[in-house]
């Protein structure tokens, strides 16, 4: 078992050995302290010098415009076409495509019907010159049988009926000269051979009468059924063909009127539509080709702030200069025309904050300390009134700028609106063009198909008379039944075309109940 060893005491001598040591230390660190303040200091003082001084602003990269007149206001606008509207022409094409070709440049005089821009047709053209084909084929056809006979195939049914005459006059004489010998001595010839000369008379006799119907025929020509079912026939590939040439003539897009082309929206290579072009910055729909009428003035319209509405001179007395954003060399004089109002309603909130606020509060009422004795202790009775007013005079600048956000937000609200609506009414006109048109090309297809069945009925009945071949019959077989498959596409586009109406309107309006009157059917 080891016993505890005392602790040595510590010495006098060291203890004052240390306190020397530790006292260095703690020196050394304020003065690193005061060193590092003085030079903070130093450089607070030399910072706030250098940004004290008043530095030379730079010049502007451009003169910006400057106000030519003693007073004046600063309104922004548009470039548009002078007319009594205001608008100019926006052009939309009527077929969808790419386009393949830009003919004009902005800025451009053109006349009525000059081309524009043109939109790829590499199907619609073979589709129209192979209906132009079958158009002239179908003609050449009508015109073979309008100028039957042919004096050539009138000839050899001519001789065909000589050659007959001639073997009906060879067998008589033969029968006669037998019938002779039998008659002077019936051993000379038998009766089976005076039968078989009879039988030659008769077969001659018979193809005599086939060669002289058959002469008739020829010359009679062509039977007047085939006529008019062919010619019905080149009346429909007609109508296909106009029909199908029109559709290619709206793939180039031509100036409606004289006049001038302000903006050109769209280049060749990009995809548009019936809708117009696709802009990436405004991500809407546009006109490809915006136009206006010849003229040797254009119209701005400016727009007003409400507010600056009371400075305006009297109209003898207004003028004006346009400049360009961005250019102060070109300065343009302008001559006042009219004001045209642009009425809106008022932004009420955000002007209402621009004004100081008056309001006058009051209160009456009855206190007491009982359950019961409110309405008969006179003395518990209270009231209070009193004005309050509050004025923006530290918020003037924020809410006179909520005022303006306010305005631009409602501007904004106003155009998504009326685009909305405009393109609305764009898809139900479409919607209803497409229909007219749906309309014609069914009517079309119903004579088609009216005249395929006619002509199949005719080439029947030639087959049943031994007229015909049954080729013949196949072949206006096969026709009709094109025909009937276009008549159902046609249809089928039609109701196609119905359903986008019905999307384009919103649907949903035969759902409504309406009141019925007295007497109205059911």
């Known amino acids: 078992m080891n016993a505890a060893q005392p602790k040595p005491e ?20 304020n003065k690193t302290i005061f060193t590092l303040s003085i030079t903070g200091l130093l450089a607070a003082l030399v910072g706030a010098c250098l940004f004290a001084r008043e530095r030379k602003a730079q010049p502007p990269v451009f003169k910006p415009v400057t106000n030519p007149y003693g007073s004046a206001i600063y309104a922004n606008g548009i470039i548009e076409s002078d007319q009594s509207s205001g608008e100019n022409i926006n052009i ?48 050449a056809l009508l015109e073979e049988l309008k100028a039957q006979p042919r004096k050539e195939t009138l000839a050899i049914a001519l001789a065909q009926v000589g050659l007959a005459e001639a073997n009906l006059k060879a067998a008589r004489d033969q029968y006669d000269k037998d019938r002779a010998s039998y008659d002077f001595d019936p051993k000379s010839i038998s009766k089976n051979a005076l039968d078989t000369a009879q039988d030659a008379v008769s077969q001659a006799a018979a193809a005599l009468d086939v060669a002289q119907k058959q002469y008739e025929l020829t010359k009679a020509g062509a039977w007047s059924y085939d006529i008019d079912n062919q010619e019905r026939q080149y009346q429909a590939l007609k109508q296909a063909y106009q029909a199908a040439n029109a559709l290619l003539v709206k793939y180039s897009v031509k100036a409606p009127v004289d006049g001038i082309v302000l903006a050109v929206n769209a280049a060749a290579g990009s995809y548009v539509s019936s809708q117009g072009a696709y802009d990436p910055y405004t991500e809407l729909l546009g006109p490809l080709v915006i136009m206006g009428p010849r003229q040797d003035y254009l119209a701005v319209r400016c727009y007003v702030d409400e507010i600056l509405v009371s400075r305006l001179p009297s109209p003898p007395h207004i003028r004006a200069q346009m400049s360009i954003r961005g250019s102060y060399t070109n300065q343009v004089p302008l001559e006042f025309v009219r004001v045209q109002p642009y009425v809106s309603p008022k932004i009420g909130v955000a002007t209402a904050n621009l004004f100081p606020s008056f309001s006058l509060n009051g209160a009456y009422g009855a206190a007491s300390m009982g359950s019961f004795s409110v309405l008969s202790a006179a003395s518990g009775r209270f009231w209070s009134l009193g004005p309050s007013a509050s004025i923006p005079v530290f918020q003037g600048t924020t809410f006179w700028y909520g005022r303006r956000a306010a305005i631009d937000a409602y501007q904004q609200s106003q155009a998504v609106y009326r685009q909305t609506v405009l393109g609305a009414f764009e898809q139900v006109a479409d919607a209803l063009k497409a229909l007219e048109h749906d309309a014609e090309a069914l009517q079309a297809q119903v004579e088609a198909r009216r005249a395929a069945r006619e002509a199949l009925d005719l080439v029947q009945v030639n087959y049943r008379a031994g007229l015909a071949a049954y080729l013949d019959v196949l072949t206006a077989d096969v026709q009709f039944h094109q025909a009937t498959i276009a008549y159902l596409q046609a249809v089928a586009q039609r109701h196609q075309d119905t359903v986008a109406l019905f999307v384009a309107l919103g649907g949903g309006w035969w759902n409504e109940q309406h009141p019925r009157g007295k007497g109205e059917a059911p």
């Open 10 to 29: 510590p010495n006098a001598a060291e203890t004052k050995r240390d306190a020397k040591a530790a006292r260095p230390k703690h020196d050394l660190r």
């Open 92 to 139: 939309y094409p009527e077929v969808s495509g790419p386009i393949t070709k830009v003919l004009v440049r902005e800025g451009q005089q053109v006349s009525a019907g000059t081309p524009l821009f043109t939109i790829d047709d590499s199907v619609q053209r073979p589709t129209t010159e192979q209906l132009r084909s079958q158009s002239e084929a179908s003609l």
